[in-house]
């Protein structure tokens, strides 16, 4: 994604050639040699690790006077057997470290779950909870409901029809922040006919402030090709697991390359982002277009789509949507149609408790499985 401040990227560079070329000096490799790779800060074992319930493991050998001949080292890209209680994970070895590869074997949900009356439902057990994949029921083999850090993204309309909205939109956004928990991470992006990333993900409100203080309201509104983008960095660059992508726009997409089918399917990776939207449109029939959109990216996302009247409502809008993030429940399964097979997978999920009359739950809508996000 484009940094807008290009002469600080110069700046890093140059930083950054000068540092390389001062550790040259000292041990340079030799030319068309291939750099050693990176070490990791996981020891090597001396020998073949221990069972995880700290018993020693049992020889089927007998004693010998002979000294044992020790097995030959274990060759990059080797993978070693792990012991019992180690299941789900390999360990493979690069250099002289190893890195563990865990196996991922969860499909994870963030669910909210309201009553009759959109009032949020938070007291819900594990056996309140029913999931199903293409019209199978699964075990859910996770289940917690606590205020979950986000790696949350801020998508602004630059365009020019915003210029005099951004004052009360900027606020709403350092508002919403300072309402969410002061463990996430937020990234600030501000689109017109182009996209940049104009804060890089912080918990600093200050940083923030600048990002949003990018203004330039002009051109067109490539809403759809920034949201791809934003959906890759979280992707990429999220340290956490839960993510949350905020659009805030004044009206229709007009200036992007992708489609909206297109923005859909790049969003429905799996585990990937819910996506909130703040519509401030008018009422001709570009703002009904505009509206048909983001309540589409929502839906099929679990997030919501919020059409106050006036920029006026835009921050008790922005408080909601941190409500609604921090009130949600975690729940995870194991699909019982083996992720290798890929492939998009319809999620439906349902909630009934005593006392609580009929529930709705939103969640994802489907996802599609990777067969290489099968092992990290």
Do not use: C
Request: aromatic share 6%.
């Amino acid at each position: 994604m484009p940094l807008r401040n290009r002469a600080l990227f110069l700046l890093i560079i140059l930083l950054s050639i000068s540092a390389a070329a001062q550790s040259a000096a000292g041990t340079a490799p030799a030319q068309n040699q291939p750099a050693p790779p990176p070490q990791t800060t996981t020891p090597p074992p001396s020998s073949t690790p221990p069972p995880a319930n700290g018993a020693q493991p049992q020889s089927s050998q007998q004693p010998s006077d002979e000294a044992p001949v020790p097995p030959p080292p274990n060759q990059p890209g080797d993978t070693v057997q792990v012991p019992a209680g180690q299941g789900g994970q390999d360990i493979e070895q690069q250099g002289s470290g190893f890195v563990f590869k865990k196996q991922v074997e969860e499909v994870v949900l963030h669910a909210t779950v309201v009553d009759n009356h959109q009032r949020l439902v938070t007291g819900l057990q594990k056996g309140d909870f029913q999931i199903w994949e293409d019209g199978q029921p699964q075990q859910i083999t996770s289940f917690r409901r606590e205020d979950i850090p986000v790696a949350l993204g801020i998508l602004i309309d630059n365009s020019g029809s915003m210029r005099d909205k951004r004052p009360a939109v900027n606020q709403a956004a350092i508002n919403l922040v300072k309402a969410s928990n002061p463990h996430d991470e937020v990234f600030i992006v501000n689109f017109n006919d182009e996209y940049f990333l104009d804060q890089d993900f912080t918990s600093d409100i200050n940083l923030l402030r600048t990002g949003l203080e990018h203004i330039e309201s002009r051109g067109g509104t490539a809403l759809y090709d920034a949201l791809v983008a934003s959906a890759d960095h979280l992707q990429k660059g999220a340290r956490l697991d839960k993510k949350v992508l905020l659009i805030v726009t004044d009206g229709e997409d007009n200036a992007s390359s992708e489609t909206l089918e297109q923005a859909v399917r790049r969003l429905q990776f799996e585990n990937g982002p819910a996506v909130y939207t703040i519509g401030v449109l008018g009422d001709d029939r570009e703002a009904h277009r505009a509206k048909r959109a983001l309540t589409a990216l929502a839906l099929q996302t679990g997030g919501v789509a919020f059409f106050p009247k006036d920029i006026g409502e835009v921050d008790a809008v922005s408080q909601q949507v941190a409500h609604d993030i921090r009130n949600q429940y975690t729940i995870g399964y194991k699909p019982s149609n083996p992720r290798q097979r890929g492939g998009y997978r319809s999620v439906k999920v349902e909630a009934k408790a005593p006392g609580y009359g009929k529930l709705q739950v939103r969640t994802r809508s489907g996802y599609y499985a990777s067969q290489e996000r099968a092992s990290r």
